[in-house]
C-alpha cells in the first residue's frame, strides 16, 4: 500500500509530467513562464487547487451523483481558486500583480478537472492526495523549466540574477508571445527524444 | 456617440486580431492543438465558441452589474430586507463571480449541445468530445473576467463598460480565436503532407507553427492606435480598450 502511495505520487513527476507527457494545461504554461519566479509560482498555486479538490472530490466521491459530476467538480475547483487567489492578494500581493487574470483562469486548467474526473473520483482520500501533490509538483518543475529557459534567453537572468554579463544581447524573442510557443515546443521535442531511449 | 461607435470598432478589432485571444493572450489554447486538424471541423468549433462566448458575456454582464458588483440593485434591495442600509450598501459579492460564471458558461454550453445536436447533426459528430469541453475553454472564462475587470475595478462609474463593448469584445475575441484556429487547420492539412522530424511529431511541431503564426500577428501591433487616430484628431475622451499593446521591439530575432 505504502508503495503504491509513492508510485502516485512519483508518476507525477516522471512518467505522466505534465505538460509535456500529459498535453494539457496549456494556457498557463505559456502565458506565465516569461520569468522563473512567475513559472513556479504559478504551478504552486495550481498545486494547491489541485490537492485540495482532489481531497474533496475523493472524499464526496460516493455522495456526487455521476450525472452532475463535472459541474460539481467545477464548483469545488472554483471555490478553492477563490481561496487561493484571496491567500495570494494577502500574502504574496507583488507576485498576484503579475500571474494577474491567469489565477482565476486555474478555474479552467484541464489538469485540474481532469486530475479530479480521471483519478479522484475513483480512488481514496490517501493516493488521491499523492497524486494531487505529484502531479502539482510535476506541473510545477515543468513551469520552472520553461520559465528559466525564458528568462536566461530572454532576460539573460535567473530569478533575477545576471547569468551573462554585460555584454550578452538578450533574445527579446523569447519573452514574447512566439518564444512562449516555440519553447515549448521545442521543449517537447526534447522530452520526446529523451523518452524514446 | 460617434466616438462611442470608434471605441467599439476599435474593441473589435483589438480584439480579434491585435491582441488576438490564442497568439497573444495564450488562452483557449487546447481547443486550438485538439481541434485544429481539418478546416471544416475547426470553423464549426469557431462558430460555436463565438455562439458561447457571447451568451457567457451576456449573462456575465448582467448579473455583475445587477448583483455581483459592490452596490449592485438586485443585491441591495435583498439585503435591504434583513439589514440597515448602511451595511447593505456594503454587501459586496465579486467573490462568488467564478463560481457564478462558471455555471453560466457551463448552462450555455449545455444549450449549444442541445440546439447543435438537434440542427446539425454532421457537425455535432464532427465536434465530438470537444463541445462539453468548451465549458473548460479559457477563452470564454477569460473574456467573462476582461469584461468585469472593466466594471468592478474602475475608479469612476462613468467609464464603466457598458452592455455593448462587453459583446463586442466577447464576439471580437471569438472571431480572432476561430480566424487562428481556421489558419491553423488549413496549415495542418498541409503539413500532413510533409515529412516532419520524429521528435517533433504531434503537439511540438504544431505550437512551434502557432510561434511562427504568433510572430505573424506580432506586426498587427500598434494598429490600434494607428487607426484611433486616423479616425479621431482631437485627443481621444474615451481610451477604454482591451489593454494597450506593447511596443513592438520583439519582431527583430537576435541569433
Known amino acids: ?25 496549456l494556457c498557463p504554461t505559456l502565458a506565465v513562464t516569461k520569468s522563473v519566479e512567475n513559472g513556479i509560482g504559478m504551478g504552486l498555486a495550481t498545486t494547491f487547487v489541485l490537492v485540495c479538490s482532489n481531497i474533496l472530490v475523493s472524499s464526496l466521491r460516493k455522495v456526487i451523483p455521476s450525472k ?16 487561493v487567489e484571496l491567500l495570494m492578494q494577502a500574502f504574496t500581493y507583488p507576485l498576484f500583480l503579475k500571474l494577474g487574470i491567469f489565477i ?13 474526473e480521471a483519478f479522484a473520483s475513483k480512488n481514496p482520500v490517501v493516493p488521491s492526495t499523492a497524486d494531487g501533490l505529484g502531479i502539482g509538483l510535476g506541473f510545477t518543475l515543468s513551469l520552472g523549466a520553461l520559465g528559466a529557459v525564458r528568462e536566461i534567453l530572454g532576460n539573460g537572468t535567473v530569478l533575477g540574477m ?3 554579463g554585460p555584454s550578452f544581447e538578450p533574445f527579446t524573442f523569447m519573452v514574447e508571445a512566439p518564444g512562449a ?6 521543449m517537447l521535442c526534447v522530452m520526446n527524444l529523451v523518452g524514446s531511449k | 456617440m460617434l466616438s462611442y461607435l470608434i471605441d467599439i470598432f476599435l474593441i473589435g478589432i483589438v480584439a480579434a486580431l491585435i491582441n488576438n485571444f490564442v497568439l497573444y493572450y495564450f488562452v483557449g489554447i487546447c481547443p486550438f492543438v485538439g481541434v485544429s486538424r481539418k478546416i471544416s471541423t475547426a470553423f464549426g468549433m469557431g462558430c460555436a465558441v463565438i455562439f458561447v462566448i457571447s451568451i457567457a458575456a451576456l449573462i456575465s454582464w448582467t448579473i455583475t452589474t445587477y448583483v455581483l458588483m459592490p452596490g449592485a440593485p438586485l443585491t441591495q434591495w435583498a439585503a435591504g430586507l434583513f439589514m440597515t442600509p448602511e451595511a447593505a450598501a456594503g454587501v459586496d459579492l465579486t467573490v462568488l463571480s467564478y463560481i457564478v460564471y462558471i455555471f453560466a458558461i457551463s448552462s450555455s454550453v449545455q444549450f449549444v449541445e442541445m440546439y447543435v445536436r438537434k440542427f446539425f447533426p454532421p457537425l455535432y459528430k464532427a465536434l465530438g468530445v470537444y463541445l462539453p469541453l468548451i465549458t473548460t475553454n479559457c477563452a470564454i472564462l477569460f473574456a467573462c473576467l476582461v469584461i468585469m475587470s472593466k466594471i468592478v475595478g474602475v475608479d469612476n462609474p462613468a467609464d464603466a463598460w457598458d452592455l455593448g463593448r462587453g459583446l463586442t469584445l466577447a464576439v471580437g475575441g471569438g472571431i480572432g480565436f476561430t480566424i487562428a484556429i481556421v489558419i491553423m487547420a488549413g496549415i495542418r492539412e498541409e503539413l500532413d503532407l510533409c515529412d516532419v522530424p520524429k521528435p517533433f511529431e504531434g503537439a511540438a511541431i504544431t505550437l512551434i507553427v502557432a510561434g511562427i503564426l504568433a510572430l505573424g500577428f506580432m506586426g498587427f501591433t500598434g494598429v490600434d492606435s ?30
Do not use: Y
Open chain 1, 181 to 186: 510557443f516555440i519553447g515549448l515546443g521545442l
Open chain 1, 104 to 116: 482565476p483562469l486555474i478555474v479552467v486548467n484541464c489538469i485540474v478537472l481532469g486530475r479530479s
Open chain 1, 1 to 25: 500500500m505504502a508503495k503504491s502511495i509513492v508510485q502516485e505520487f512519483t508518476k507525477g513527476l516522471w512518467s505522466e509530467i505534465p505538460p509535456f507527457r500529459l498535453v494539457l494545461g
Open chain 2, 226 to 255: 494607428g487607426l484611433r487616430k486616423a479616425m479621431m484628431p482631437e485627443p481621444a475622451a474615451v481610451t477604454a480598450q482591451v489593454q494597450a499593446a506593447p511596443e513592438a521591439g520583439g519582431g527583430d530575432v537576435h541569433n
Open chain 1, 162 to 164: 545576471d547569468v551573462f
Open chain 1, 68 to 83: 452532475v459530476r463535472i459541474a460539481c467538480f467545477i464548483v469545488v475547483i472554483a471555490t478553492f481558486v477563490t481561496v
